[in-house]
């Protein structure tokens, strides 16, 4: 160990508000710097930002084996888009197919990179609900298993690659 930790301050939220997808293979290979990417290899990557709320969050399981001697991180990011609409259901097969590289943005500002190395799988479910108050939209599970945790990224690694730039390219369900 190189370091301890101190406790934090209780000024953090959960949550995250915005989720970002590239096409598998197109951020080439990662620069990492003191726990940050700070750069990736691929030069032409483009991002597709979805908005998020509530419900919507990344859970990591650390799977170490003494045995085989090898460590590796589950990444599971739960992703709900409200409200059914034919645009995102002509969309979504894309992504669903696809292996597609994840960011998150989180509700304290933190960038983190999911299926960085090796890709995502996307299952979920599409649901109009049954009562009045239910969910009727997209809860996608998005899977990747990596060599490394979530990686924090430098925040101009996204948002200097979203379509569309400062207004992105983004369904508004009607």
């Known amino acids: 160990m190189a370091t301890g930790r101190k406790l934090a301050c209780k000024d953090a939220v959960g949550g ?42 990344l ?5 170490s ?6 460590t590796f991180y ?22 669903i197919t696809g292996r597609a590289h994840a960011f998150i943005e989180d509700n304290n500002g933190n960038f983190l990179a999911v299926g960085m190395t090796r890709g995502t799988n996307v299952t979920g479910t599409i649901s109009t609900g049954v009562a009045l108050g239910d969910l009727n939209g997209y809860t996608l599970t998005i899977m990747a298993q990596e060599p490394l945790m979530a990686q924090f990224v430098t925040p101009t ?15 508004t369900p009607a």
């Not at 859970?59 to 799977?63: F, L, M, V, W």
């Not at 609409?85 to 992504?95: C, H, I, N, S, V």
């Open 65 to 70: 084996s003494d045995e085989s001697g090898t």
């Open 74 to 95: 589950e990444q599971a990011l739960t992703v709900v888009l409200t409200k059914l609409d034919a645009l995102t259901q002509a969309e979504l097969p894309k992504l």
């Open 16 to 57: 995250i508000r915005a989720v970002y997808f590239a096409d598998y293979s197109t951020l080439g290979t990662a620069t990492i710097s003191a726990g940050v990417v700070t750069a990736f290899s691929g030069l032409a990557y483009t991002l597709y930002k979805y908005d998020v709320k509530s419900a919507s969050g």
């Open 157 to 171: 690694l996204v948002t200097a690659n979203i379509a569309g730039g400062a207004t992105p390219t983004q369904i």
């Open 59 to 63: 859970e990591q399981t650390i799977n």
